[in-house]
């Protein structure tokens, strides 16, 4: 009778492991050949859903929902999304690859799990199934996730250009304050970080408790604005290497405007350390912040829940600075599994890589950029500026891309202390400039730079 409880208990922990890490089909089951999952379910693990489950009311989401169900007619498969916090995504794959399961077919990462996951030996070599060189693809992600000696690959990116992202004013505070909307300064190239500040502070109301603007303490948002005063936090050089921008005089100019904007001219809504992280849109909605930032995919959200009319800007920037700062570089990347079967990698490497291709031409793109524009916005000015802000091509804005550990364990904590008043701008990048070129070194060659943060060992 024990010997019998002992088999039920056994049979009860592997159907468990498998309900948890998604053994079976869409899990690592059998393939009969790259073309046919038998109608099992490609299982894609991210932390927000990435599986159209219907179509949406602009012709690019309808094409993204109809690419979905010809490549599920294509490839006899179902597209499936299993959305977690990115923090369980990152303990369940460490548990999954351990117990020798798996948790999903495509799983999305931060980069800096993903690196982690990397040296652990735990990421699948994906460089003899997918086309590296396809220009669809984010060839600074493929550079960074791939072995130096041996060439093998084992992450990839098709976010191209990245993140789009600018800033939205709403059209009733401006209005009700008499403050004219910034289109003609972005027209004239005199939309500078001087007149934003200038908006910003007629825009404030501490009477009705409205701010001009939504406090930057963290990045992306620091770097679009140091980017308009021709700074950077990180940039490549002549060499395609990675090189620090923090102690460039243009950075430490812009650090310094956007600290003074929240402690000393007070027109900002300065958000406090553990606020979530769409608090900005948030307060943007409720009519609390006159201006925002906001990235592409708040707008569907923005465009179906905000009463108050709103416009679209870029971010500020001096005259002689070529080009207005809208793309962020993602620091999102998608994996395979270190124990999944080959011949199941072998065809998720190939109907993935399809799933990636553009979906349209460079012509028919921007009919569908603008149907999807015109649905967010009310205004034809706010369209026609998000079209040519569609046009800017990626540059040196690669803040995130190069050195997520440096990036995410020490410099964006002690810029967000400085960004708040309580640290100095300069002291921090004094203390941090050394550590991060020594990063950035190692990064370049491939090698690894090990580091501690004060108080850690």
């Not at 001219?265 to 930032?293: C, E, L, N, R, S």
Request: net charge negative.
């Amino acid at each position: 009778m024990k010997r019998f409880f002992s088999i039920l208990a056994l049979f009860v922990v592997l159907a468990l492991a498998m309900s948890l890490f998604g053994c079976g089909p869409g899990g690592g089951g059998d393939v009969d050949d790259e073309n046919n999952f038998n109608g099992g379910e490609i299982v894609i693990v991210c932390y927000w859903d990435d599986v159209p489950t219907e179509p949406g009311n602009t012709l690019s989401s309808q094409r993204w929902y109809q690419r979905y169900k010809d490549l599920e007619k294509k490839y006899n498969c179902i597209f499936t999304c299993n959305v977690l916090v990115e923090t369980e995504i990152s303990a369940q794959f460490e548990a999954a690859v351990l117990a020798d399961k798996i948790l999903g077919d495509i799983v999305f990462f931060k980069m800096e799990h993903a690196k982690k996951f990397q040296k652990q030996n735990m990421l699948y070599d994906v460089s003899d199934y997918m086309d590296f060189t396809a220009d669809y693809l984010n060839s600074d992600v493929t550079r960074l996730f791939s072995d130096p000696k041996t060439g093998a690959v084992y992450a990839f990116s098709n976010y191209k250009t990245g993140q789009r992202s600018f800033l939205v004013f709403n059209k009733d505070i401006f209005d009700r304050f008499g403050v004219e909307y910034p289109y003609e300064y972005v027209k004239n190239n005199t939309w500078t970080p001087e007149k934003f500040l200038d908006l910003a502070t007629r825009t404030t109301s501490n009477s009705e408790g409205i701010k001009g603007f939504y406090g930057i303490v963290i990045d992306p948002f620091i770097s679009y604005f140091i980017n308009g005063f021709g700074g950077s936090i990180c940039y490549t050089d002549e060499n395609g290497y990675y090189q620090s921008g923090l102690s460039k005089p243009e950075t430490l100019e812009g650090l310094r405007f956007i600290r003074d904007m929240n402690v000393v001219h007070k027109v900002t809504y300065v958000p406090q350390t553990g606020v979530a992280w769409d608090d900005y849109i948030k307060q943007f909605k409720d009519g609390k912040v006159a201006m925002a930032m906001c990235a592409d995919f708040l707008m569907d959200d923005l465009s179906l829940n905000m009463d108050a009319d709103y416009g679209v800007v870029p971010y500020p920037k001096k005259p002689e600075v070529a080009q207005w700062a809208n793309i962020s570089e993602t620091h999102n990347v998608r994996v395979i599994q270190a124990n999944m079967p080959e011949k199941r990698a072998k065809a998720l490497c190939k109907v993935y890589s399809e799933y990636m291709m553009p979906l349209a031409s460079p012509e028919e793109q921007e009919d569908l950029d603008r149907d999807t524009f015109e649905n967010w916005c009310k205004d034809q000015e706010s369209v026609d500026i998000l079209m040519e802000l569609n046009k800017i091509e990626l540059r040196a804005i690669q803040h995130i891309v190069a050195s997520p550990n440096v990036f995410y364990g020490l410099v964006y904590s002690e810029l967000e202390a400085a960004m708040r008043g309580e640290k100095d701008v300069l002291t921090v990048i004094e203390t941090v400039d050394p550590i991060f070129k020594e990063e950035l070194k190692a990064t370049n060659e491939g090698t690894e730079y090990s580091y501690e943060v004060e108080g850690e060992s």
